[in-house]
């Protein structure tokens, strides 16, 4: 765990300059350690190189990006994954690449990476429950859904989506919800919602490996230090259970069950002492 983690640090230290690319096939590492980015990294060179083939010189960026989604998502036959949306491998973008299967998120990776080998300024928009991608444009900016086939998406959808996920009558999305959201943050949102899945099904080492790659992005997470240490004492591993612990009642002095994590201090505390 301590090399892919130190890899994945290397890989977002420059923040939004990060290589959104090879940090998720860092990620996927969790499932493939010996993972090789190359064919990957290969295979987005050589969907954007066929797009490229077919552009007129100075075609329009709207043109550039409907020519893209129309190769993504007809020809080369990616789709979103609707039959088993909570199947693991629709996170790990070697996965998606191979398998032409992904959710919302990691298809908006493939449609960012090959849109950048493109030119195309776009950008990730992380709306609640539903990534989405936005071509960013000056006079109308145009939002795209790469789970549905890259199509475009307007305010009344949008807004229908908020009301069925939040189950409220909305009159309108609240002020965040159509934000930017860069790669730092693309990166937290897959792993959080591979972290879910891992922790659904109890796969705890996994998701252990998952949630120590998100402390990457944000080390001062108290939620998830708290449950890596709780991961960590699952699996038996005391010490690393302690610091954890320790940081996490730093964290969160105030903490709802501040008094429940100390008992846990206390009793890995005496079994390491009785080791000793």
């Known amino acids: ?3 892919l983690r130190d890899d994945f640090a290397a890989l977002v230290a420059p923040g939004e300059r990060a290589d959104l690319a090879r940090s998720a096939l860092a990620i996927a590492r969790i499932a493939y350690p010996a993972l090789d980015p190359g064919p990957s990294l290969a295979e ?3 969907i954007a190189a066929a797009v490229q083939k077919r552009l007129a010189p100075r075609t329009p ?3 550039v990006a409907t020519a893209l989604a129309a190769h993504l998502f007809r020809e080369c036959g990616f789709r979103g ?3 088993d949306y909570y199947d693991p491998r629709n996170s790990f973008l070697n ?3 191979e398998r032409r299967l992904g959710i919302p998120i990691s298809l908006s990776i493939v449609f960012l990476e090959t849109g950048r080998r493109l030119g ?3 950008e990730g928009v992380g709306f609640p429950g539903h990534f989405l991608v936005r071509l960013a444009q000056r006079d109308r900016p145009l939002l795209l859904d790469p789970f549905f086939g890259g199509q475009p998406i307007g305010e009344a959808d ?3 989506r908020y009301r069925a996920l939040a189950g409220t009558e909305a009159p309108a999305l609240p002020g965040d919800a159509l934000d930017r959201t860069g790669t730092p943050g693309i990166l937290a949102r897959m792993l959080r919602n591979l972290l879910r899945i891992y922790l659904d099904r109890e796969d705890h080492p996994h998701a252990l490996e998952t949630v120590d790659l998100l402390l990457v992005l944000q080390p001062d997470t108290a939620a998830e230090v708290r449950l890596r240490g709780l991961l960590y004492e699952q699996l038996e591993c005391g010490p690393a259970a302690l610091v954890d612990f320790r940081r996490y009642l730093e964290l969160a002095p105030e903490a ?3 008094d429940q994590v100390r008992t846990r201090i206390a009793r890995l505390a005496r079994g390491a002492a009785t080791v000793h």
């Open 1 to 3: 765990m301590g090399r």
């Open 120 to 122: 195309l300024s776009l």
């Open 81 to 83: 994954n609707q039959d």
């Open 256 to 258: 709802a069950d501040a």
């Open 95 to 97: 996965d998606v690449l």
């Open 158 to 160: 949008l807004l229908a």
């Open 61 to 63: 960026p709207v043109d």
């Open 44 to 46: 987005l060179d050589g």
